[in-house]
């Protein structure tokens, strides 16, 4: 009989060899004891972390330009760190561009009073003017709330995957996969938004598992071992408030604050907490559990998950609502709204543009615009009807204004898993033999980039693993590789919808961490719940060392790509192994 007292697993949990499971009630008063001491653990969750930071922030600064889009979003924070809302700013001043002007030091008169029509929140680059406020307008300072994000998230995904496995192992395993993946490198130490939705996108759904844990000791508390009766509900009022969704509301929040994509995987997520909590019910023996879960369960989660997030977000947007006035002023007919397309553009095809519909005019412009000023909390009510117009606007920009646009590093959000179309954020194609220290062969030149790639070891065994969590979630009905399976499709699965656009590999970051823990779930499930030396157990832990030390030497490979590092061009060439990598 399996009790409270038995060894704790290593792997993942599995009924297979027949022991008995313990009840809902012996298993929601407490977690199985762990072997590993939780400082042992915390410790090398920390190390770990503390590795990551140091490997990013190594020549952080390099190179010494503004990087693909860091040229919007740098700016943007310095904006709104200075001004308190993004504005805008000319290509040149006086014949030089104003990107030399602030690589050269000159940060004043720079930014025009007008504001800028930006298409993404702001919570991103808020982060990034801290950095800006703390170390300058140069690219370490811009880049360094990106490191320090990109190393708390390998921090969280260690925790949440201790926690889903019982196991300190498993968790570093999983931090050391998402340390030393190309992708998740290359985004902490760049300015760019991704990475901080994607930290908080990992933080709100690590709050959910949180909860489910949370949830289910707290029913277990409250009912007893005698379970709850078929006519009864179970206790109501003791969960109503639910702290972990709370917080996860609040993280939620930010990553739609960051882009608009993590609204999907709220909703999913969202959608697996009343499940959860229906299920915790229904094992205590409540019948009807999922719709009496609804009401009692559903309703209050949904406004401390949904609602929470959605006050968070609205209240991301402080700094526009201040200066609403100078939007309906000067961005209230935008040119994004109010357009038709010509040329023959539609969807998917070249060589059409989006032009002015002239015929439209009025009904582009935000009725606010036209509107007395108010004053007090009509004021508020104004400007939240402002913004509200703002989005229309900007949501018109993302579904419709780029589906004429291309791009050389688009590529299709279906090919992502496997590493389709890698993005050149920065690059120098021409340094000869002899210059910054280059000894390529004779005829040949040196190359420095920084190209946002995956390990493509990592996200080819990814892939296969979360197709295998996909079978083990639905053959085992372990709720475990639910949680990657939901994680990775909820953040992947909806670009599909927007791939008539140009779309770019790195917004995969966001599926990323789900990824690496439904790897991280599978190696568990080789290596076997059982300390005790089998043929089993040594080939699960020949298959998942052998994996993860090819994924660190597949980076170390790589690694000159991912950080600006010399190399001459036929070593470029050999790492290149695809056309389409190019």
């Known amino acids: 009989m399996t009790t409270l007292d038995d060894p704790p697993r290593a792997g993942l949990s599995t009924t297979a060899s027949g022991r008995r499971v313990p009840t809902a009630w012996q298993r929601a008063r407490g977690r199985l004891v762990l072997l590993d001491d939780r400082y042992v653990a915390w410790a090398a969750a920390l190390a770990i972390t503390l590795l990551a930071f140091l490997m990013r922030l190594h020549r952080l600064g390099d190179p010494h330009r503004f990087a693909f889009d860091e040229t919007y979003y740098a700016k943007d924070a310095w904006s709104l760190l200075n001004f308190g809302y993004v504005r805008d700013y000319p290509d040149e001043i ?3 561009t104003v990107d030399d002007l602030i690589l050269g030091g000159k940060t004043t008169g720079v930014w025009e009073d007008l504001p800028s029509m930006e298409v993404h929140p702001e919570v991103g680059k808020w982060l990034i003017a801290l950095g800006e406020w703390a170390f300058g307008m140069n690219p370490f300072g811009w ?7 990109g190393a708390l998230m390998i921090l969280v995904l260690i925790r949440l995957t201790r926690r889903l496995t019982g196991s300190t192992m498993l968790g570093c395993v999983s931090g050391l996969l998402l340390a030393f993946d190309g992708l998740h490198f290359v985004l902490s ?12 996108l990992l933080c709100g759904v690590t709050c959910v598992v949180n909860d489910r844990d949370w949830f289910r000791r707290r029913l277990g508390a409250r009912v007893g071992p005698d379970g709850i009766g078929p006519d009864e509900w179970g206790p109501v009022r ?10 996860g509301g609040v993280c939620f929040g930010l990553a739609i604050g960051t882009k608009w994509t993590a609204l999907y995987p709220l909703a999913a997520f969202g959608l697996l907490a009343w499940l959860w909590s229906a299920g915790a019910r229904a094992s205590f023996g409540a019948r009807a559990a999922w719709l009496r879960s609804a ?9 401390q998950l949904v609602l929470v997030a959605c006050i968070v977000y609205v209240a991301s947007w402080t700094g526009w609502l201040v200066h609403a006035g100078q939007y309906e002023e000067h961005l209230s007919s935008t040119q994004y709204t109010g357009f038709v397309k010509e040329n023959g553009c539609v969807p998917g095809e070249e060589g059409g543009e989006l032009v002015p519909d ?9 009725p606010t615009a036209g509107e007395p000023d108010a004053s007090g909390p009509a004021e508020l009510v104004q400007s939240l009807r402002s913004l509200w117009y703002y989005h229309q606007d900007v949501f018109t920009f993302h579904t419709h204004y780029l589906n004429c646009a291309t791009h050389v590093y688009q590529s299709q959000p279906s090919g992502w898993p496997l590493v389709n179309r890698p993005v050149g954020v920065a690059t120098d194609l021409d340094i000869q033999p002899g210059e910054q220290g280059c000894e390529a062969p004779e005829g040949k030149t040196c190359y420095r980039q920084v190209l946002l790639i995956g390990t493509p070891l990592l996200w080819w065994g990814g892939a296969l693993a979360v197709i295998a969590a996909g079978a083990l979630w639905i053959g085992t009905r372990d709720w475990r590789f639910g949680v990657a399976v939901v994680g990775t499709l909820s953040s992947w699965l909806p670009w599909l919808l927007y ?14 961490p789900f990824m690496v823990l439904a790897a991280t779930l599978v190696l568990g499930k080789l290596i076997g719940p ?16 052998s994996f993860v030390v090819l994924v660190l030497v597949n980076f170390a490979y790589f690694y000159p790509l991912l950080s600006y590092g010399l190399i001459p061009q036929p070593d470029w060439l050999d790492r290149m192994w695809f056309q389409r990598w190019i």
């Open 358 to 366: 002239n015929e439209s005019d009025d009904s582009a412009t935000w």
């Open 238 to 247: 003791g969960l109503l408030f639910r702290p972990w969704l709370l917080t």
């Open 143 to 149: 880049r360094i709330a990106s490191a320090v994000v």
């Open 189 to 200: 130490r760049l300015a760019l938004l991704d990475i901080f939705v994607a930290f908080f």
């Open 94 to 96: 006086g014949g030089t």
């Open 295 to 303: 009401v009692a369960d559903g309703l209050p989660a949904f406004a």
């Open 530 to 545: 059982h300390r005790t030396p089998s043929g089993r157990r040594t080939l699960g832990v020949v298959v998942a060392g």
């Open 499 to 512: 791939d008539d656009r140009p779309i770019f590999f790195f917004y995969a970051i966001t599926f990323l």
